[in-house]
């Protein structure tokens, strides 16, 4: 039964795509109410899914797809606990995406049916246990957000579009030398006469250091362009600040994510000796990551730019997380890809309501829209609040144990003063969100825009904000829900290194 839930929960999406691209004429207005209906179809298989794993889980689905005398290439299908948290993050967001849409105007058949194509994209990323299906639903999933920026987009969208897809796509190909690497040289070693690219045949294979050290950089600037890190970021608040609302909450709420997955699923379990290579590069590229994008934060004119560049600085929280190479530093990592997918999804939502309400979202043209906006500025509000790491919301778990695990892997290394520089990051973060709250939401009303038809967040828009910030602050009370998922993954790949 479960090989069908899971092929179920990733199909169904499609199945509503191409349902909607048919609701065209009269029927035009029906196409948010597919859209709401196959993304509510995954969002339930996977709170099914999470309700048995302890019980049932892992869960596994396998079909031969390719086979050949020479070649094997299956459907394979895979979640663990990290895989569940990824797919329940998701399901959850993409549903809600459609709910704080569902006033969408423009071609609305087109655009909710790009959003469910890139929903089966994402869900095969996080469910494929095959390298070849993995690369395919990597790339499906790049597509849809292409025409998204493109179609939908403001008025450098063309730019954006193109600059998004010629990064995404050159780091792409080389992963997928990277891949072909590893499935040709675990031919070689073990001999077989079908080569296989099933994660589970690779994984087995003990490959030689200097192997490991060439396809692990490979593999990750494939992964890094995606998240993006530093010195490979340039295309990310281009793309962020032309996309539309819902563009935005998904590109940072679930595809960066894709980048720090590959990392953990791939990197570190097929590649461990390159991983400890490597290791020192990926420190020093996240704490630069994480305090140029603060810094750059505090620079922004515009709202969601600003936000912009804090996912910049947050991915390169959980780059330094998985680099310490410990099981509590690669929980952290993922708990915090967890934790910021729920948050940026608020902040960019609360971007693209300011800039359709006032018509700016040019942060010195702002202010005093409390006072016009009491509900939309109190989602604000928290949203920030979470961002910037306040004790009880989820922010603050992921950031807390990941800066632990920094402080861990410095002090056994006779450099535990590198923790000065995490902890910096972290008094920029709260200079730049309260500075952008005080200057955008409290004191006098603005005289520079006209805010006197200005409409508080409608009904669609304040449920899913409301949903998102509920969870933000449960998984921050009790961020068992989550954690218990994971760790069990980063335990069982720390303890390749021996690092606790």
Known sequence: MTDYLLSMMLFAPLVGAVIALF??????????????????????????LLATFNSDGPFSSSFAWIETASLKIQ?????????????????????????????????????????????T????????????????FWEVALIPMYFLINLWGGPRRHYAAIKFFIYTHVSSLVMLIGIFALAFQAANIEGWTQLS?????????MFASGFQVLVFGLLFFGFAVKMPVVPFHTWLPDAHVEAPTAGSVLLAGVMLKMGSYGIIRICLDVLPDGAVAWQIPMIVIALVAIVYGALACIAQRDLKKMVAFSSISHMGMVLLGIATL???????????????GLITAVLFMVCGIVGHNVGTRQIPLLGGLAEKMPNYAAFMMFGFMASLGLPGLVGFVAEFNILAAFYNWGNAEGMAWVIII??????????YYLWAMQRSIFGPVTDKVDVSKVHDVSVYEGVSLAVLCGLIALFGIWPAFAWDLIFPVAEGLAAVWGVI
């Not at 609701?23 to 099914?48: E, H, N, Q």
């Not at 459907?75 to 948290?85: A, Q």
């Not at 869900?123 to 390298?131: E, N, P, R, S, W």
């Open 23 to 48: 609701m065209t004429g009269d029927k035009l207005k029906y196409a948010r109410w597919v859209a709401l209906v196959f993304s509510a179809i995954p969002l339930g298989i996977s709170l099914l």
């Open 75 to 119: 459907y394979l299908l895979y979640i663990d606990g990290l895989s569940m948290v990824m797919v329940l993050l998701t399901t959850l967001l993409v549903f809600l995406v459609v709910l704080f849409s569902w006033e969408e105007k423009e071609r609305p058949n087109f655009f909710f049916a790009l959003i469910l194509g890139m929903q």
């Open 121 to 136: 994209g994402l869900l095969g990323v996080f469910m494929a246990a095959d390298y070849f299906l993995f690369f395919i």
């Open 197 to 205: 690219f099933a994660f589970a045949d690779i994984s087995n294979v």
């Open 326 to 340: 410990s099981d509590i530093g690669i929980a952290a990592g993922a708990f915090q890809m967890f934790a910021h």
């Open 422 to 431: 995490g902890l910096a990051s972290l008094l920029l973060t709260a200079g």
